[in-house]
């Protein structure tokens, strides 16, 4: 099983980035996936998730309006896009799988807001 996470890097406030999470080993299709963010003393936070067939997508509230997921099945691949994004964005990245009690992580992508 893996999840490859992608699109990380530096941005400017109020810039956008797009990641990308690639999953291989597992039914993707069949799972609820999620992006979380971690950053440098803090905790695990959930940012957004979908469900396994692409609908009902949920956001944190500082999130709405700026972040989309997405996935694309046929590709085994989930998106995040990011817009307006601020200095409180920077963390790493993580993509999430879940199904029932199984769940996956990916190892994250770094996502610094810096100008």
């Known amino acids: 099983v893996q999840l490859v996470e992608s699109g990380g890097g530096l941005v400017q406030p109020g810039g956008s980035l797009r990641l990308s999470c690639a999953a291989s080993g597992f039914s993707f299709s069949s799972y609820a996936m999620s992006w979380y963010r971690q950053a440098p003393g803090k905790g695990r936070e959930l940012v957004a998730a979908i469900s396994s067939a692409g609908g009902s997508p949920n956001y944190a509230d500082s999130m709405k309006g700026r972040f989309t997921i997405s996935r694309d099945n046929a590709k085994n691949t989930v998106y995040l896009q990011m817009n307006s994004l601020k200095p409180e964005d920077a963390a790493v990245y993580l993509c999430?799988?879940?199904?029932?009690?199984?769940?996956?992580w990916g190892q994250g992508t770094q996502v610094t807001v810096s100008s």
């Open positions: 999430n799988a879940r199904r029932g009690f199984q769940v996956y």
